[in-house]
């Protein structure tokens, strides 16, 4: 048993619609902390999440198509939701990362496929630590 914290946002769809559902600060859920059990997953602590405060989420199985009415495809053919854990883009599904104490997670909206949230250098980065 542990705790992480968790943010939902969506900066890169700031000021371009007037949506209802788009906060104008971009943060749909601030830095918030939850008690994780054993073996608790990313998408474990974002239904949590969801349940606790009163959040739209919409998933096929454990895929995340909808936070908060906010869709992948609603900017384009490369926009939707996307996770981060401690900084770093896992290369697995959300239902697949397994948490630990002390985790930061973080959804992120992206409109290009995560080039426009960092996650293109973080895969190269990793890429470059491997080699």
Same mark, same amino acid.
């Given at each position: ?5 968790? =943010? ?101 909206? =992206? ?21």
């Amino acid at each position: 048993m542990g705790e992480v914290t968790l =943010t939902i946002r969506c900066d890169t769809v700031k000021g371009l619609t007037d949506a209802r559902y788009i906060p104008d600060s971009a943060v749909i859920l601030p830095e918030t902390s939850y008690k994780i059990a054993e073996n608790a997953t990313v998408y474990d602590v974002l239904v949590q999440a969801a349940k606790e405060n009163q959040l739209q989420l919409d998933c096929r199985g454990t895929y995340v198509a909808g936070i908060s009415h906010l869709y992948e495809f609603d900017f384009g053919n490369l926009s939707g939701w996307m996770y981060r854990v401690n900084g770093t883009f896992p290369n697995k599904g959300c239902s697949s990362y397994l948490l630990s104490d002390g985790d930061t997670v973080e959804w992120v909206y =992206t409109c290009d496929l995560g080039k426009d949230v960092g996650a293109e250098q973080t895969a190269a980065e990793a890429q470059k630590n491997d080699d």
